[in-house]
């Protein structure tokens, strides 16, 4: 059975066909953030920290990290900041060091710039995800020796050097492309989680069905796990969150085994949690159990925040130091 394994200091992850649904948090992210990037300009950390913090609570078991911002203010007076190579690093670097520090959950390095890429490869403790690698082959000679370098798995976005095709039997043809390559480099299939890429149904009414014949042959043929951008489904179309709630267990259905998306949202969470329970992911029902108690807490008027934070509060400090799992 095929295991991803991602490891933070003291926690392990582990994305499977027979593990619970992973969920990978989406928020640390400026890229259409204006207010967060201004923050980071500033060097001020505290949205970061808050977002780590409210993400772990709400139930993410990894924290996806980017470093794209933008620094407005410092291009206008050093030519250097419009170049991400020079930003993207150093900025990388400080969110890995501030998170580790908030929050004990592995990480998942998420740039398109090759040396924020190993700048936080070499930040992190344990064992990250990097985010990502295509089939262009450009990037496919840069990203696939750091990750036989560091000995790490990677997400594997599937479009190539003619963009994203809107044809799933390119975009299998794609990711089978870049398991074949890792391969090459002695990178193992498990160590591959494939993004099939979700198109928006407000776009294209087949996008969901597309996906979910997607991950079954991905799963099938290739034998590697899945993630997406589950937001991506739902875009430009009103009441997303009721979309993202349905298209989530469907597509955990047909076999995808994590998704990159804001945790901080009941409506995708309670639909994760039933569903993990309803396959057999939850022993006993005692995550869903618990996460009933955060959703009473809701409609007494917490914040879905607040409840999970102070559910896991409640329930801190019952496991040893050892290295638990996530």
């Known amino acids: 059975m095929t295991r991803t394994v991602i490891e933070s200091k ?13 969920v990978i ?12 990037a201004a923050e980071l300009e500033e060097d001020n950390f505290d949205t970061v920290i808050r977002d780590a913090l409210e993400q772990v609570a709400c139930g993410a078991n990894i924290l996806d990290v980017n ?12 030519p ?48 990250p995800l990097l985010n990502s690698v295509t089939g262009e082959e450009e990037r ?3 990203i696939l020796p750091l990750v036989k370098k560091y000995n790490v798995p990677v997400v594997a976005i599937s479009n190539d050097d003619t963009g994203i095709s809107q044809d799933p039997d390119v975009r299998f043809a794609v990711a089978k492309k870049i398991v074949q390559r890792a391969a090459d480099f002695g990178i193992p299939a498990h160590d591959i989680v494939v993004d099939p890429l979700v198109m928006p149904v407000g776009a294209l009414g087949s996008a969901a069905v597309q996906v979910f014949t997607l991950v079954r042959r991905l799963r099938d043929e290739l034998g590697v796990n899945t993630t997406c951008g589950a937001s991506n489904i739902s875009f430009g179309l009103p009441h ?43 022993a006993n029902g005692g995550e869903w159990i618990r996460f009933a108690k955060v959703v009473e807490a809701v409609a007494a008027g917490a914040t879905f925040a607040e409840a999970s934070a102070a559910a896991t509060a409640a329930t801190s400090g019952r496991r040893g130091g050892r290295k638990s799992r996530g």
């Open 240 to 282: 997303r969150h009721g979309i993202n709630a349905a298209f989530l267990p469907m597509a955990m259905g047909a076999g995808m085994t994590s998704a990159i998306m804001n945790p901080v949202r009941l409506p995708e969470m309670e639909a994760i949690r039933a569903a993990n329970f309803l396959m057999d992911h939850d």
């Open 80 to 127: 250097r900041y419009a170049d991400n190579n020079f930003t993207e690093p150093p900025l990388m670097r400080k969110l890995i060091e501030i998170i580790q520090a908030t929050v004990d959950v592995p990480l998942c390095i998420d740039s398109s710039v090759p040396g924020a890429l190993e700048a936080g490869l070499l930040a992190c403790e344990g064992r």
């Open 25 to 36: 948090g989406e928020r640390i992210n400026p890229t259409g953030r204006k207010k967060l």
């Open 10 to 22: 003291t926690k392990t992850v582990i994305i499977g066909f027979d593990e619970p649904f992973c």
């Open 140 to 142: 496919l000679e840069r």
């Open 67 to 78: 470093s794209g911002a933008v620094f407005t203010n410092k291009m206008a007076s050093d």
